[in-house]
């Protein structure tokens, strides 16, 4: 089975720093896919980025930026410039091979400060 | 906005009563996922439907809980004689297609508390 591991319950950043969330999951398949979910105080469950496994390149959407190693299986994302609206739970996420369930992680909470 | 549709926002029941959770696919989308968010845990995949089928229903309890999707309407999950312990948040997702490279589309959730 696969699991998902975000191994920091919180963190903080301040206004217009940059902040990097953990991820590692634990796999056997090699066709897979990834993403970032963020969860604000609203519970609204928005995608912020996803990362395809057979793709090297790692994914950018604006702000937001990931480094996938694939041998680590390490999914981090990375937030520049951070903004107060940027404070919300960030749940990383494994959707594999035939299976279209994804598995999340247990999420990030992430203060940003002035 | 055409996204997914949850209803209701809040439910609230006694226990032994049963609890029925609706969810209105994005346009087009004929894929249905339902999740549960424990407090202060991650979502859990609980089952998986396509138009009149369950595909995958490995993270749905074997007892009292059950899930439709029919041909006309929103697709249904039911709690029959809720416990405390059923007390969470329900997401239901669509997607157009059923590959994992697809992303899931979020509804606002159900936050279903029992007394």
């Known amino acids: 089975a696969q699991t998902v591991t975000q191994s920091q319950p919180e963190m903080s950043v301040q206004e217009a720093e940059t902040v990097t969330l953990s991820c590692t999951y634990d796999t056997s398949e090699s066709d897979y896919y990834l993403f970032w979910y963020k969860q604000p105080p609203s519970r609204q469950m928005i995608l912020v980025i996803r990362?395809?496994?057979?793709?090297?390149q790692n994914a950018t959407e604006n702000r937001f930026s990931v480094n996938f190693q694939k041998a680590a299986k390490s999914f981090s994302l990375k937030i520049s410039d951070s903004q107060l609206g940027d404070a919300a739970m960030y749940f990383c996420?494994?959707?594999?091979?035939?299976?279209?369930?994804?598995?999340f992680g247990t999420g990030t909470r992430l203060q940003v400060t002035l | 906005n055409a996204g997914v549709m949850q209803n209701p926002r809040h439910l609230v029941r006694r226990r032994g009563q049963e609890a029925r959770l609706r969810c209105s696919p994005m346009?087009?989308?004929?894929?249905v996922y339902w999740y549960r968010q424990l407090p202060e845990e991650g979502l859990k995949f609980m089952v998986y439907l396509q138009k009149e089928n369950i595909i995958d229903e490995s993270g749905m309890p074997k007892e009292r809980f059950s899930a439709e999707f029919p041909k006309e309407g929103p697709s249904i999950l039911r709690i029959q004689q809720v416990v405390r312990g059923d007390s969470a948040a329900y997401f239901c997702?669509?997607?157009?297609?059923?590959?994992?490279?697809?992303?899931?589309?979020f509804g606002d959730g159900t936050r279903l508390s029992i007394l």
């Open positions: 997702a669509s997607s157009l297609v059923a590959y994992s490279n697809q992303p899931q589309h």
């Open positions: 346009k087009g989308h004929s894929h």
């Open positions: 996420a494994y959707g594999g091979g035939t299976a279209s369930k994804l598995t």
């Open positions: 990362q395809e496994a057979y793709k090297q």
